[in-house]
């Protein structure tokens, strides 16, 4: 008997899992029992035509199994893909690289390698999306064309692999997957968003998964059973029969706990003796709006613009921006508000229209309303987009600035705010009837400064993923520096303190939009800081709403106090969670 | 021949899934079909070709011309310009 072995890797989406381990690597193809297709002699044109065919036969069948199960979106990717292995261009093409006597593999690869790039490098995010489908496609017409197929599992299984692309997972029969285990990947990879829906646990980034997998799975030994608990970002290795039981134990409460907290959904949070708090979703595109508004969210108190300006070769143009906006500002209407922040960008992501300088250390540099200075045609079509969304989707529409640093920045955004409007009103263009104007506090200049800000402007959001990397001046990316990127950590506790009372001052409320909000425990300390709005991710929700439910303003003042008496992450964690730990 | 000119409305424009709607739909009739992104500047694409017409870019607010030539050169053009204008299944806003 091995003993277990538990690894950590960051959480993805919730959920307990205990089974076999299913293998995937890029190369997991195996010879097909009926390897008949692959004809000897065969013109290279004749075999591209069948396998194309074949090809598209099996990705009908695919989205007709999809639309069987009621998952009509998916379906429809894959019936659009079974079209373009039927592409009279795309077949040709390959044709006649493959010539007479040309490898077809080759050509094949060639000629859909070549389509995707004409597909990625036009200026529209949701086509050039698709090329990762003419990718896919190319790979699934060589797969026939060898005569392979994908192994999938033959029994519930967990995936361990280093990332998931969405057309494996797609074939894998429903309740097949029992998990998702990524030794690579992100929070945001396509595996861990499919996960999610599927209602299944996903957990990223596990340092030494795949080697401690492969160490104990043999040709002849049974495959490996793992158990893995995607809240905690927990695997273990061989689990026995003793962290089974415990994993069995999470998976009971964990249960209870979705139960409990599903039934507080159409009420709004509030604490145990009924002081509201605003709870809110933060998003990332106009397709989360609707995830967002099931999970119960009073709003919207992060909507990231980024995507619209990531991934394309020349700005977004401002009709483009109003159709976003305008579409996430009428799913929530007059009674939910949203706030838009202004792009957040820098040097540290590649925009090639912006021509931005590379620098030493973008987090440190020209970023987000910095460079408007330079420069303020970009934000200014934003704002503009903005004012008429607003006007377009009869709502009120939040704003605000990230990476706000000084009293002059404010002015700046005010002032060019102010620009935006009377643009559009001069050419006679409708506009909102005003804008609530908020800043990100995210940056320590800005903690120092929040009486000033907070005069200037409508509300503070607290950004405390890049607070807590500047306070604590800690690298967000270097997993050395774990230790210090905790937002938990009193000193980051004090900053909040000091910019909730610099936003008393003026009468202006406080959100916070970091992972802090989502985190249970950080909800009660930020709550019991005073804090008047908490934003998170749409699957966070649940979990805040149901620990906000269980104390009392007096609880919460009586941890904000401790906490900031504290030295360190580790005590404010555990104090916190002593506050959530059910009654003995 | 024929030709027509018709303004893209729905939401997410011609990409995948109204592109496979459309193609499938042109690929009914016998006529040689095209379909030219005005707005773009775009050369005529083959209309039967999910790939050609994807990579026409046609995106909400772009005008494309539709022509359409052979025996039901007149049925097919009034048939995916209603296609265009209905909102390629998807639904139209405002």
Known sequence: MTRPVRLTGVAGAPGIAIGPVWRFDASNAVPQADASRQVPGQRPADAIEAAAAETARQLDALAGRLRDLGREEESAIFEAQSMMALDPGLVEEAIGRAGESGDPVDAVQAATAAAAELLAALDDETLAARAADVRDVGARICRVLRGEDLALPAVPSIAVCDDLPPSVTAEIPPGFLLGIALSGGSRTAHAVILARSLGIPAIVGIDGLIAAVDRRSGPSTSPVTIAMDGERGEVVVDPGSRVTMEYRGREADLTARRATAAGLRDRPAATADGERIHLVANIGTPDDAQRALAAGAEGVGLFRTEFLFMSRQTPPTETEQVDAYRRVLEAFGPERPVVIRLADIGGDKAIPYLRLAPEQNPFLGVRAIRLAYADSDLLLTQLRAIWRAGAAARVVPHVMAPMVATVADVELLVSLRDRARDTLVSKGLPVAERMVTGIMVEVPSAAFLAPELARRVDFFSIGTNDLTQYVLAADRGNAALAGLQDALHPAVLRAIAGIVAGADSAGIPVAVCGELAGDPAGALVLTGLGVDELSADAGSLDGVRAALARVTRAQLDALARAALDAFDAETVREMAAALLAPAR | ?94
């Open chain 2, 1 to 94: 021949m024929r030709a027509e000119e018709v303004e893209v409305r729905n939401p997410s424009g011609i990409h995948a899934r109204p592109a496979a709607l459309f193609v499938k739909t042109a690929a009914r009739f016998v006529s040689t079909i095209s379909l030219e992104n005005v707005t773009k500047g775009k050369a005529p694409a083959n209309a039967k070709s999910i790939m050609a017409v994807m990579g026409s870019g046609a995106a909400r607010g772009h005008i494309v011309r539709l022509t359409a030539d052979g025996p039901d050169e007149d049925q097919a053009i009034t048939v995916l310009h209603d296609l265009i204008t209905g909102g390629l299944g998807e639904t139209l806003e405002g």
